[in-house]
């Protein structure tokens, strides 16, 4: 007797279903960065919370 039994699903389907999910995936991951890119905030940081590179990083020196 076998150890393993036959998978139940045939392999180019189970391949397909992959490649569909990658493929969605990827395509949600590039739907995200472009929605963060075009949608400006609805207000300005508040003053306590905007740091420049150089208070927020004191070795980080000027460009």
Same mark, same amino acid.
């Given at each position: 007797?076998?150890?393993?039994?036959?998978? =139940?699903?045939?392999?180019?389907?189970?391949?397909?279903?992959?490649?569909?999910?990658?493929?969605?995936?990827?395509?949600?991951?590039?739907?995200?960065?472009?929605?963060?890119?075009?949608?400006?905030?609805? =207000?300005?940081?508040?003053?306590?919370?905007?740091?420049?590179?150089?208070?927020?990083?004191?070795?980080?020196?000027?460009?």
């Amino acid at each position: 007797m076998a150890r393993h039994r036959k998978c =139940a699903t045939p392999v180019p389907l189970d391949r397909a279903r992959r490649r569909l999910a990658a493929g969605l995936a990827a395509a949600s991951a590039l739907a995200a960065t472009f929605l963060a890119v075009a949608v400006t905030p609805a =207000a300005p940081p508040a003053p306590d919370r905007a740091a420049r590179p150089a208070e927020a990083w004191p070795g980080l020196a000027p460009l």
